[in-house]
């Protein structure tokens, strides 16, 4: 059996309705009211598959079941899948998020598999409660309906785009100057070179200039220098 740690990160992180996100929690850890759990605390009501007759599981009622067959049978993925590999309800989480959803359906993968599940529960559970059958097309064409309706009720994201800062132009300033500045550095004598050039619009030199700093203490610091006394020269 896998850490639960796996379950709740595979089952927290899948892009469905909380209300499935929990559901799908419960069948993992054999919360449910599945007949087998019922069986084991002696009670005896709907301990057999409502479906078929045969000892109900998790595994049994949501693969293995000649109704969930033919539901997983229908449904628009791009390798149908087939229950009859499917041992258990783990297996199935986990390699559910590679199972591709066909277009035009619009559900990413891995987001149907819980409206699914979560359609044969209720089947079952409308068999139980209120004595009524559910067809295998109108289970599966709900549980598309219903992760497609979800899917369009969530908020888009809104795309976060890096706005990097654009140098001015001359349309924006006639009278732009731009100043250039540089620096040289010996890790040696810790001494640097500064020098900066000021052009106007037609690239003619207005402004220039350079000096020596003693005790700069690396080339980074000889960088910002320059710059300080291009500032100096703008200003």
């Known amino acids: 059996m896998e850490p639960a740690i796996d379950w709740i990160a ?19 850890n054999g919360a449910l009211a599945l007949g087998s759990s019922l069986s084991s605390r002696g009670l005896a009501i709907a301990s057999n598959c409502q479906f078929c007759g045969e000892p109900e599981t998790c595994d049994h ?14 449904a628009p ?16 989480l986990k390699s559910s998020f ?22 044969i529960w209720g089947a079952r559970n409308r068999r139980i409660f209120e004595n009524r059958t559910c067809e295998r097309f109108d289970a599966i064409t709900k549980a598309i309906a219903d992760a497609r309706e979800w899917k369009a009720a969530q908020p888009e994201k809104a795309s976060k785009k890096t ?6 132009t001359s349309s924006d300033h ?60 703008a200003r």
């Open 98 to 119: 590679k199972w591709k959803v066909l277009p035009p359906i619009g559900v990413e993968a891995g987001s149907l598999f819980p409206w699914i599940c979560w359609a």
């Open 77 to 92: 993925f791009k390798d149908q899948l087939d229950s009859h590999q499917v041992q258990t309800f783990a297996e199935a």
């Open 61 to 74: 009622l949501l693969f293995h079941c000649a109704f969930a067959k033919e539901i997983w049978s229908l």
């Open 10 to 28: 595979n089952i927290w992180s899948r892009k469905t309705s909380p209300k499935l996100q929990v559901f799908l929690w419960k069948l993992a």
């Open 174 to 233: 006639p009278n732009l100057i731009t100043i250039f500045s540089d620096a040289a550095w010996s890790k040696e004598s810790k001494i640097s070179g500064l020098g900066w050039i000021a052009e106007d619009q037609s690239k003619i030199v207005v402004n220039q200039g350079g000096k020596a700093e003693n005790l700069v203490t690396s080339l980074i610091v000889a960088e910002g220098i320059a710059i300080r006394e291009a500032l100096i020269q």
């Open 163 to 168: 706005m990097l800062p654009q140098a001015p």
